[in-house]
């Protein structure tokens, strides 16, 4: 891959206006015809994207593509570029997620988290499964995915489309393979569906499935479907209601608490008080989807505020930024935040 702007030195040609915002063009050259195709996604959606995010116009020709705007937004586009010409390269794909997660990391450059200053590092954090790589998308994510590796237990609360959970059980399958953790135990409060787990039909796997669904769904994704059944099988993998955990003593396992803002403070003080030697423990859930009955406490909201000071417990805050699905969905939990926002101001005014 080159760079080049009217000559082979791969530099940035200002046009002849003046200002520090003057517009500039560049042009990027791939190597790889087919790869460069799918760099740019099928009819140039990827171009698109890139395009509507970073205020740049991007012109594909074969495998060249212009870029015109301004210096910071052509610098960026050609690092997203790059970065993702490079991820094609060493065999990976590419896909609207990692389009949107090589955006925002450029954006997030010099930005300041709770772990570390985001332009120390080349890139996101990246865990390394025996199936598939898992990259942070985000700035909140890369933060989450430090918190993990560094952290016995990690409280992960947002809005939905965040990936709490998903690299959740990328990091406790982690933990797995390497032989880290003796086993998997995933857990769940079942509240959503508004019935009692003994009225649903089925063994005690049967009756959780619908409850934990999207865990299952990121267990699969990320591990073979075989070895998934057989740890299910042999007990390496446990699925147990959250209600079935008092009395236990969780030791060499990787925990995760999913939907952790439907656990009453009871419920989540026994949670927390399972953890043994040698485990690791991941918290997740939404705030505000609560559906606990009207003035019950969530127990998420009261250990995020108990644990706060508390050495060797991490707490990493989602926002709408984080959301890695379709690009509305960010949009859409920005409109409900500014609703709430603006009720809680309403009724801070007629106190």
């Not at 430090?146 to 399958?173: D, Q, Y």
């Not at 989540?268 to 030697?277: A, H, I, V």
């Not at 918290?283 to 989807?289: K, M, N």
């Not at 995020?304 to 990493?316: P, W």
Request: proline share 3%.
């Amino acid at each position: 891959m080159r760079s080049r702007a009217g000559n082979d030195r791969g530099l940035i040609a200002a046009t002849p206006l003046l200002g520090v915002d003057a517009p500039v063009e560049t042009v990027l050259a791939f190597d790889d015809n087919k790869l460069a195709s799918a760099l740019f996604g099928q009819y140039g959606q990827n171009l698109a994207l890139i395009e509507r995010r970073l205020g740049v116009v991007a012109d594909s020709r074969g495998n060249h593509v212009m870029l015109a705007g301004s210096r910071d937004g052509c610098e960026q586009a050609r690092a997203v570029l790059e970065g993702l010409y490079d991820q094609l390269k060493r065999g990976g794909e590419v896909v609207q997620g990692d389009v949107e997660g090589a955006i925002r990391l450029a954006i997030a450059q010099g930005s300041l988290f709770d772990f570390e200053r985001a332009d120390a590092r080349a890139s996101f954090e990246e865990i390394n499964l025996r199936k598939r790589p898992v990259r942070a998308r985000t700035a909140g994510q890369d933060a989450y995915m430090r918190a993990l590796k560094r952290h016995a237990l990690v409280l992960g609360t947002g809005p939905a489309g965040t990936g709490k959970t998903w690299l959740a059980v990328a990091s406790a399958i982690a933990c797995f393979e390497r032989k880290e953790v003796d086993r998997i135990v995933l857990s769940r409060p079942a509240v959503e569906a508004g019935e009692r787990l003994g009225f649903l039909p089925g063994d005690m796997r049967e009756k959780v499935d619908p409850y934990l669904r999207p865990i299952y769904d990121a267990l699969f994704d990320l591990m073979d479907a075989r070895i998934v059944e057989r740890a299910l099988q042999s007990g390496e993998i446990e699925i147990a209601p959250l209600a079935f955990m008092r009395g236990r003593t969780l030791s060499n396992a990787a925990i995760i608490l999913d939907e952790a803002q439907n656990a009453t403070s009871m419920q989540m003080k026994m949670f927390l008080t399972r953890l043994g030697e040698n485990a690791r423990m991941i918290v997740t859930g939404d705030p505000s989807q609560v559906d606990l009955p009207r003035g019950q406490t969530s127990g998420l909201a009261e250990a995020v505020r108990l644990l706060a000071d508390i050495d060797g417990i991490a707490h990493v805050s989602f926002t709408h930024d984080d959301v890695v699905r379709h690009e509305l969905v960010s949009r859409i939990v920005a409109a409900y935040d500014r609703a709430d926002a603006a009720a809680a101001d309403r009724r801070e005014d007629r106190k």
